[in-house]
């Protein structure tokens, strides 16, 4: 089985930056892509970044500028640091990944169990 755990999130003030982890473990081959998304009370789960196996990002506008994505393939973790964070980035955010277990052929998707960031104004 696989799973994927995030970690680093917590509450900070308007401004502020936290880094968020999501490190992958298990029955592992490959992992393809990588997603960062989050929900805010009352609202639809959005994706927020991504990364290919390559290391090419893509943003929602909504953090462009402002939130990196990153991994390590070597160690199955990806990051998410996010500066200048703002009242409206406060969300349960979650790591999405897709992947190849070592004796399929088949592509799975996997959550993480969610981490709280809160900021403040």
């Known amino acids: 089985q696989v799973q994927l755990v995030e970690s680093g999130g917590g509450s900070v003030q308007s401004g502020g930056s936290l880094r968020l982890s999501c490190a992958a473990s298990?029955?592992?081959?490959?992992?393809?892509?990588m997603e960062w998304h989050r929900q805010a009370p009352g609202l639809e789960r959005k994706l927020v970044a991504s990364?290919?196996?390559?290391?090419?990002?893509t943003y929602d506008d909504s953090v462009k500028g402002r939130f990196t994505i990153s991994r390590d393939n070597a160690k199955n973790t990806m990051w998410l640091q996010m500066n200048n964070l703002k009242p409206e980035d406060t969300a349960v955010y979650y790591c999405?990944?897709?992947?190849?277990?070592?004796?399929?052929?088949?592509?799975?998707?996997?959550w993480g169990q969610g981490t709280q960031v809160t900021v403040s104004s």
């Open positions: 999405h990944a897709f992947i190849r277990s070592g004796a399929g052929i088949l592509i799975r998707t996997f």
């Open positions: 298990g029955d592992i081959f490959a992992i393809h892509d």
């Open positions: 990364i290919t196996n390559y290391g090419n990002p």
